[in-house]
T-cell receptor, first 116, second 114 residues
Framework: AQTVTQSQPEMSVQEAETVTLSCTYD???????LFWYKQPPSRQMILVIR??????QNATENRFSVNFQKAAKSFSLKISDSQLGDTAMYFC?????????????FGAGTRLTVKP | SQTIHQWPATLVQPVGSPLSLECTVE??????LYWYRQAAGRGLQLLFY??????ISSEVPQNLSASRPQDRQFILSSKKLLLSDSGFYLC?????????????FGEGSWLTVV
């Protein structure tokens, strides 16, 4: 079974500082995608960043970057220069590609609070 | 550009009443469509997915059902709601090979069964 584990239920960070959210996953597949989604109080799920497993280079999107360690099955999210608007639930997600089914699994989430 | 809408945004229904949540996607064709449920303080649970009109796969046996009467329309239904059906429901879509198969979500629907 494929599982996604986020071991940090809650985290906080001071505005302008850097925070890292952890995610590990378990799979026997070699081809897959990894995602981080943000869910602010509005509950809208917003894609933050995406990583293809076959790419060794870590993905970056402005202040967001990942540390993808394929052998360790680890996919952490680093948020630099944290802003108050980054306060949200963050979900790590894992997707394998099967015929007629994009099987995406989510972690339980990490609640991040950015303090002024 | 592609957009996804679902409605109603908020719903309060008595136990035993029927349910219909609707979702439509615009700006694309032949999308994969999904219904997820998020219980309070929890992650997302996949309920149904569809790869085409009339093709529905269920992940979790329950008193909910889904239908896809048109290419870009996905409906979540129940004949008789249970208290345990309360939660936040999210419709989502993606297309094979597009944007790394990224799944995009609708705004969500809050269902409270009383």
């Amino acid at each position: 079974a494929q599982t996604v584990t986020q071991s940090q239920p809650e985290m906080s960070v001071q505005e302008a500082e850097t925070v890292t959210l952890s995610c590990t996953y378990d799979t026997s597949e070699s081809n897959y995608y990894l995602f981080w989604y943000k869910q602010p109080p509005s509950r809208q799920m917003i894609l933050v960043i995406r990583q293809e497993a076959y790419k060794q280079q870590n993905a970056t999107e402005n202040r967001f970057s990942v540390n993808f360690q394929k052998a360790a099955k680890s996919f952490s999210l680093k948020i630099s220069d944290s802003q108050l608007g980054d306060t949200a639930m963050y979900f790590c997600a894992f997707m394998t590609l099967f015929y007629n089914n994009n099987d995406m699994r989510f972690g339980a989430g990490t609640r991040l609070t950015v303090k002024p | 550009s592609q957009t996804i809408h679902q409605w109603p945004a908020t719903l309060v229904q008595p136990v035993g009443s029927p349910l219909s949540l609707e979702c439509t996607v615009e700006g694309t064709s032949n999308p994969n469509l999904y219904w997820y449920r998020q219980a309070a303080g929890r992650g997302l649970q996949l309920l149904f997915y569809s790869v085409g009109i009339g093709q529905i796969s269920s992940e979790v046996p329950q008193n909910l059902s889904a239908s896809r009467p048109q290419d870009r329309q996905f409906i979540l239904s129940s004949k008789k709601l249970l208290l345990s059906d309360s939660g936040f429901y999210l419709c989502a879509w993606n297309r094979d090979g597009d944007s790394g198969n990224t799944i995009y979500f609708g705004e969500g629907s809050w269902l409270t069964v009383v």
